[in-house]
């Protein structure tokens, strides 16, 4: 055996062993979840939210109930939309949200990372549909965690399983109607995001 072969052999073997040891820590905890993102305040400051019905569907996609979608308006008629999706057990539940985004008929013209407020980094969308521009800005949230990176916050709650603890994960996406100008927009997210981040801890842990 050369050494090329005996390294694939030990990468393989590692990984096998990586994968093994998550399925057997997973078992190790009670996976039914005691965090229901529903209870996330409809009220938040000057903002008043209305649900968004889901369907049957999304819910089967996501493999989890345990999600939101919400219209949050404040009191001069502007609305941002915040959705959430949380799983304590499930990794799969915060795939990033291209896909789902371009499958409803919008076209991504821009992507690029923003810092939206001291700790919290995201990812911002810049999308448009006909004569409509949508103004999408998400980020990945792994126990304290809050990063721009799907990798990062995947990575995370792997390590912490393989040290027997046990760490939730969410996505985290706001948006909001373009109407002139998209630096208006992105303000109005920043300004909402900056009144969430606090609820993170106790409502998304």
């Known amino acids: 055996m050369n050494n090329k072969t005996f390294f694939i052999v030990i990468v393989i073997l590692v990984a096998v062993s990586v994968i093994g040891m998550i399925s057997y820590l997973s078992t190790r905890f009670d996976i039914t979840s005691k965090i229901k993102v529903a209870d996330f305040p409809m009220t938040i400051g000057e903002w008043q939210a209305t649900d968004i019905p889901l369907a049957d569907r999304d819910y089967e996609i996501l493999e989890t109930k345990n999600l939101i979608m919400r219209d949050y308006k404040n009191t001069k008629g502007d609305s941002v939309y915040l959705y959430i999706v949380y799983s304590e057990n499930n990794r799969k539940v915060t795939h990033p949200p291209e896909l789902c985004l371009s499958g409803g008929g919008l076209t991504i013209v821009d ?16 999308m448009e549909k006909g004569d409509a521009r949508e103004l999408v800005v998400y980020w990945f949230r792994a126990g304290s965690l809050n990063t721009d990176s799907y990798v990062k916050q995947q990575l995370k709650v792997v390590f912490d399983l393989l040290r027997g603890k046990r760490t939730s994960c969410a996505l985290i996406r706001l948006s909001t109607d373009i109407k002139e100008n998209g630096e208006e927009a992105l303000g109005l997210i920043k300004e909402f995001c900056a009144q969430i981040e606090p609820l993170l801890a106790h409502y998304v842990p």
């Open 111 to 126: 992507k690029s990372s923003i810092q939206l407020t001291n700790n919290i980094r995201g990812v911002k969308l810049l």
